[in-house]
């Protein structure tokens, strides 16, 4: 699976920039050339502009204008982020020939610290599912075994850093999707606090839980990243509940004296294959078992997420039901029969669920569990021994996005031959100590 | 019709209270002599806590102990609000033997004035429909024509202020049911901004929309009570939706210097009686007519509110679907099915028609219309000419629930024989307009 940018990392590269030995056109040469059309993880190409920008970004380097780590590294986007000039395409039919007028937010703040847009990657159809085999763009391919899935929604994203062709791509992520395609592809994904990145020109899935994140080979990476996209700190008033916009890193992250690198806590899977489990747990041997109702949580998740998609969809599903992927209209039309006071329960069973994961989080700095039950499932399989995959893999992942609560997905070995991920998870606003704990994880 | 209170004013009975003219156990005596058991306007009468109250009011005054307007005056609370020690029936047989263990915010607050409370008033069942006819208590009767229906909710409250058993009652109002008896009935009925009044042991029906009110026969006695229920000006941080709680008269009401008692507009009623039209309409023959959205406000209010009233009731529908009364059960069971996306766009089109009324009250102090677009149907009738009486007695007073606007309704006239009301609304905090307005009415 190597491509150019396999075992590199985002700092070496900055260095090599600047000393001379690489260039942003080599670096878009080499990732271009990596690009392999049978993993189906690209949707579109941009040459032309990458190559102006990488011209751009070389002439502002031999200036001496350095905008930063991310100064002329090559990077994707996902297929629901506007990239202006190119075309969106959600994964779905709806969107055929559909050209973005202007950048997403998290674009420019891109193109701002320096990097270089290379094209658009795959996703779930609408972002709505976490399989990743469900688009008018046919599957994308796990570059571990390409008759497996590479989890979704940012399925492209996921198969393109791990098969080395950029060193970081942007997803998005509303129950998971950054950090089940980095997880079942063997590589680190991210997401924030709710709203500190922010998700202007991003095509929404669930309003309350849409969140913006990076994929990259590793934990150090997407904390380049992450700060190239949040810039220096925000203060603000006191945050209330899961649906506000966290400041990103506004709150200082205190540590336990006697754990330099954080309280962890293990927080039991209920549903998993075992051999997952194991591999995980292993990981942090000395931290105590807590439990979540989990189970609950995800309930919470899909009454919200089916109520705000089918928002989203309504008039696409009564006037062209047949250019969605039949797995998809299904969803939303189940999705469209959620009852209302099932959503207000569910909004209700948020704040109770979020109440008590914080009280966990006053006692621990850092909840750590497996990012998906299961490994990569082959495509066209719909179901295994814990049932249907799409429920399935966002179990452990979406309880974080209903709460709003910082999560990082980091590589844990692989189980069956097949890639693992570890999830931790802290405090909103205290992201840095994820970074803190995987580089902990990374050099134990 | 005339009943011990019939053609007297609050501020009247205050002077006769204090001129030792009137005794608080002579106004109590007064009102219980006047119950007609015909009318079915009370469902618990409270003699003894009523008179051990008028007594104490006595002996408070007597010693110059003054608590202002409402000391010593009967007053009646519709019976989804809490009174300690009494019943709280709900017009339900759910609550069959259900005893209140403490007053309700308002009756506290109605306490703390003086006030003496005679007992609680009929309403539709769980406060769920403005005709006020369905209810286990069976129906309660309009005091001009006793074939005929009060209105609801608040109905016992309606009825019995109409008919001079007290002097003022307490209501609720979710889409009219405070301002809709009181038009059918001929008397007057406010209910504030959203939140004036504090809802605390109130039984929901949509906590969106849940309002207190009040019921007395004319708007200065309304005033009055209204006074009495907020206290002094609270000062707050600026309001920034329909959902925030208002402070009472916390904005000062800006008044034309052309116009004395307030640039009054004349909303368009579109589906209406014509000759209930004319005769509100006479009243305001110089104000210019301007037109809301009106049913596409009541489709936003009829959204929420049946997704918000199956939230309340989910349990009772599984689980003892018989209890309710047939017509209150076919009503919970489709608000059931309520889509959830459909709540969400209610709750954005509502911003949307806050924004184009905030427009509309940039331009004038005052909105006119009538309270209800029909006179008092016969009990039993489910219909009329403008369609089912259900949805037809809300479609003029729920669009200011929907707002959180202040609205007052007063006595108009008669039309077809029967009492018709004329229905003020005015932005938030800004209540002092309404009652200038309707003392404009009363002298003109």
Redesign the interface.
Known sequence: MGGFFTGRTLAGIARGLRSGDESPAGLLAGALESVDPDLNAFVTLDPEGAEAAARRAGEELAAGFDRGPLHGVPVAVKDIIDVAGLPTGMGSAHFDGHVAEADALCVTMLRDAGAVIVGKTGTHEFAYGGTGDVSVNGPVRNPHDRERMPGGSSSGSGAAVAAGMVPLALGTDTGGSVRIPAAFCGIAGFKPSYGAIPAGGVFPLAVSFDHVGVLAASAADCRVAYRALTGPALTGPALTGPAEAAPAEAVPAPVDEGAPHGRVAWIEPLEIDPDVERAVRALFPDAPSERIDLPGIRAVFR?VQ???A??VH?ERVAEAPGLFQPPTLERLER???????????ALRERERYAAEVAGLLDRYDILALPTLPITAPRIGETAGPLGPHVPAVVSLTCPWNVLGLPALSVPAGTVHGLPVGAQLVTRRGAESLLFAAAERLATA
């Not at 999705?335 to 959503?343: E, L």
């Open positions: 009454a089916d109520a705000e089918y928002d309504a999705a469209g029969r959620t009852p209302a006071w099932r959503y207000l329960r």
